[in-house]
């Protein structure tokens, strides 16, 4: 007799995926934004995820466009096991997505296609050893000299945005 697991997983492309009470969907993925955000398709209903406790490259920096082709390699077309962990102030669903089996946060964090948020991520998150050894393998990102996080990376392009907006006068 097959685990229930698999005949669950057997019969996803024949389930209608609705949300599940403990925070828990399955939906199949139709969109990837970028390196950490993907939308899924719920019940005829579009669900944008954003994988919690990783930050990917934003798209006009370096390694942006390859994280997202990561994370599409990985999810784009399949079916996804989202648990979710709350909203962002952006109204996205903040989630720990499986894509075939395979944890999405923690292999992009493994293909050196993201940081751990280190401002979210909790101290002991298993996900900083993850790093850690795609840092010293000098996976993705981690070939450059001094990669710059996206929390830095963006910090850096508001400042330069407000200090090339002219004072209004009042």
Not at 16 to 39: C, H, N, S
Not at 40 to 46: E, G, H, N, R
Not at 110 to 116: L, S, Y
């Amino acid at each position: 007799m097959l685990p229930v697991r698999c005949i669950v997983l057997a019969a996803l492309p024949y389930l209608v995926a609705t949300p599940t009470v403990g925070g828990e969907f399955v939906g199949r993925v139709v969109k990837i934004q970028d390196g950490d955000t993907l939308t899924v398709l719920v019940s005829k209903k579009q669900i944008t995820v954003r994988l919690i406790d990783i930050d990917a490259p934003e798209r006009k920096q370096p390694f942006g466009t390859s994280s997202r082709q990561s994370l599409a390699e990985m999810c784009a077309g399949k079916f996804a096991e989202v648990a979710e962990r709350g909203k962002d102030r952006y109204g996205r669903t903040l989630g720990r997505v499986s894509c075939a089996s395979v944890d999405a946060n923690a292999d992009e964090v493994r293909r050196g296609m993201a940081w751990v948020f280190e401002r979210y991520a909790a101290k002991d998150s298993p996900l900083y050893a993850v790093q850690a050894e795609a840092r010293a393998a000098r996976r993705g990102l981690w070939q450059d000299a001094k990669p710059v996080p996206p929390w830095e990376w963006r910090a850096t392009r508001l400042q330069r945005k407000h200090q090339s907006t002219p004072a209004k006068i009042l």
